[in-house]
């Protein structure tokens, strides 16, 4: 590959915003120029001169490199220890209960969220914010449609209760997605949203450098309230979870610990 990484790092942060630095870099690159290659691009300068005047490959780009792969319930065992163990934690909460699904992706992951929720509290009693850096795929996700093989893995009882069948195609109902709000969020900035019970922010880190996870860490802490939850994926593990002060509560599941002074 001709043109340098680094130059293109840093017209792409101009670009787009997203800090290139704070990835994995070998695995980063790796990424990039496949897609390059499946671009026609064997050349760093080209392809960013490329995205410049393509906003489609651009919006293609960024879709493809903020990983915008997910399932409904994706690791159900997991899901299942959320719904018998985490959510009768939850209902000890007197007032309203606050979730956030970060990186989201195409909304499985806050729809799934959703439908445990609303089969365990009135929908008054819970509210989700779902987000994602991806623009373009924040605003599919908001439609809650979705083709017969992506809702494959929703409980029989799930599907029967929260999605509707239209022409073919898959909708979750109102009594869902009026739960869920979808915004813009990218887990690299400085500012994060807090108050939140509950955290699902679940095969992403996995893509960052050390710094960058520790950062992340760092944050999605203080955006819990004290006792709150963060869930994190299945290739994901925090190893020292007290400097963040978390403590394990469940294999994925960590706790917020109260403050004591």
Known sequence: MTGTYELFKREFFRLSGLDLDSYNEKQMKRRIEAFMIRSGYSDYTAFSKGMKQDTDLFHSFISYLTINVSLFFRNPDQWKVFENKIIPILKKKRDKVHIWSAACARGEEPYSLSMCMANNFMT????????????????????????????????????????????????MRGSITGRITFKKHDLLSKTYPTGFDFIACRNVTIYFTDKAKDAIYKKLSASLNPGGILFIGSTEQIKHPEIYGFKRLESFFYQKMEDKS
């Open 124 to 171: 008054s009693k819970y509210d989700i914010l779902a987000t994602d850096f991806d623009s373009v795929i924040l605003e599919r996700a908001k439609t809650g449609e979705y083709k017969e093989d992506e809702v494959k893995s929703i409980p029989k009882e799930y599907m029967e209760k929260y999605v509707v069948e239209r022409d073919g195609m898959y909708y």
